[in-house]
């Protein structure tokens, strides 16, 4: 297993298995506790786009403070500065001063945080082994995921909310660990060309938001009103939906590198398409709305590894991966935001999640259209991957 042996990936993708354990067990329950806590679906909604909208703003602001300081400091900043949500949040109890904070110091934790994981990712990783490394790390993401989210929800519904998001809190920040013996990834000062160089993976991130914001926030909030709004209930839906998901990761990653990406596209994607469709329509049903969830998991088994292989390797091979992630990352928050502010318009009017679920149909085809042409161009070798991608 060749994809093993860069120590560097090794560490990102243990440092993202410790995080995955706080993403599980409390970041999936972000949405969820605003309403249990009193805040109203629209207004849950529009903290997200808010969060989204002040990363977008203040993501110019690292480029600087990483040509300084390199890529690892940013990350382990960031990753402490998500830990600090968490505390946050278990003050919420309604629309107030406690919510706005939590949306700021989102708006900061993330802007520090998920560009530089992604460039660092790119930039650490190997472009014949692309599929497997991020295969491997999805399937380490699902397994967590089937323990973690009955561990949240059992914790919330018995401890409460300050001792579990004190606690999750605590987890996320030990993901540092494994980042400090990790190496440092210089930025360079001037890199030409570099956002010229990201146009696709511009696209393919503003029509990932929208998509991700269908699949992620509107349904998790669809998915606990069907079930009551119990967090135990709702916890263990969700690992249902990971423990499917384990395996079929590292199948997708093989099939990627060994030249498969058009199909590996196809069937993700098709997949995708096809539950969005299943989940408006079980909303009616607790049952329904259970088995709609289930498939969660695999079709982001499928989708994330057919999606970030292409971006990661379009950003290894651009003149600077985190200027690529930058102008990502904000496509991201405009497709995000954008689907947040429409779906909180939706349901401020009367009307089912539903039919904001249906909204991820034409990123979804935007997706399959871009990423085809993508693989489409790549040789079945290793060095075409990198050639083609250059």
């Known amino acids: 297993m060749a994809f093993f042996r860069n120590s560097a990936v090794n560490r990102i993708n243990l440092h993202y298995a410790i995080e995955a354990l706080a993403l599980n067990a409390g970041g999936l329950f972000?949405?969820?506790?605003?309403?249990?806590?009193?805040?109203?679906?629209?207004?849950?909604?529009?903290?997200?786009?808010?969060?989204?909208?002040?990363?977008?703003?203040?993501?110019?602001?690292?480029?600087p403070v990483a040509i300084r300081f390199g890529l690892k400091p940013l990350l382990i900043g960031g990753t402490l500065g998500v830990a600090a949500i968490f505390p946050l949040l278990a003050r919420v109890h309604g629309v107030g001063p406690a919510l706005w904070s939590v949306i700021a110091v989102t708006a900061v934790a993330d802007v520090f945080y998920w560009p530089c994981y992604h460039a660092y990712f790119a930039a650490v990783g190997d472009a014949e082994h692309r599929g497997h490394q991020v295969s491997v790390r999805e399937s380490v993401y699902a397994v967590i995921g089937v323990i973690a989210p009955i561990a949240g929800g059992w914790s919330l519904a018995t401890a409460g909310p300050s001792w579990t998001f004190w606690t999750v809190g605590a987890v996320q920040a030990a993901s540092v660990l494994p980042l400090?013996?990790?190496?440092?990834?210089?930025?360079?000062?001037?890199?030409?060309?570099?956002?010229?160089?990201?146009?696709?993976?511009?696209?393919?991130?503003?029509?990932?938001?929208?998509?991700?914001?269908?699949?992620?926030?509107?349904?998790?909030?669809?998915?606990?009103?069907?079930?009551?709004?119990?967090?135990t209930a709702y916890g263990g839906a969700m690992a249902l939906a990971a423990f499917l998901g384990a395996v079929f990761s590292l199948v997708i990653g093989r099939h990627i590198d060994a030249g498969g990406g058009r199909r590996a596209v196809l069937i993700a994607y098709g997949m995708a398409v096809a539950l969005a469709i299943v989940r408006a329509l079980s909303l009616g049903s607790p049952w329904l709305a259970v088995a709609a969830n289930a498939p969660g998991a695999l079709v982001a088994a499928l989708v994330i590894p057919a999606e970030m292989s292409a971006v990661y390797n379009?950003?290894?091979?651009?003149?600077?991966?985190?200027?690529?992630?930058?102008?990502?990352?904000?496509?991201?928050?405009?497709?995000?935001?954008?689907?947040?502010?429409?779906?909180?318009?939706?349901?401020?009017?009367?009307?089912?999640?539903?039919?904001?679920?249906?909204?991820?149909?034409?990123?979804?085809?935007?997706?399959?259209?871009?990423?085809?042409?993508?693989?489409?161009?790549?040789?079945?070798?290793?060095?075409?991957?990198a050639e083609t991608a250059a």
């Open 30 to 63: 972000f949405l969820v506790f605003l309403v249990k806590v009193g805040v109203p679906v629209p207004i849950a909604l529009l903290a997200q786009a808010a969060s989204l909208g002040g990363r977008f703003v203040l993501r110019p602001l690292i480029l």
């Open 180 to 231: 400090i013996g990790a190496p440092n990834v210089l930025v360079a000062r001037q890199a030409p060309g570099a956002f010229r160089a990201a146009r696709v993976g511009m696209a393919l991130f503003m029509a990932d938001g929208w998509l991700g914001a269908a699949f992620n926030f509107f349904w998790q909030l669809a998915l606990f009103a069907a079930l009551g709004a119990s967090f």
């Open 314 to 385: 379009l950003a290894k091979a651009s003149p600077c991966p985190l200027r690529f992630h930058m102008v990502s990352e904000a496509a991201w928050d405009l497709g995000g935001g954008g689907a947040c502010v429409a779906a909180a318009a939706i349901t401020a009017a009367g009307h089912s999640l539903a039919w904001a679920m249906l909204l991820s149909l034409p990123a979804a085809a935007v997706s399959v259209v871009l990423l085809l042409r993508h693989y489409g161009g790549l040789a079945k070798t290793p060095a075409g991957v």
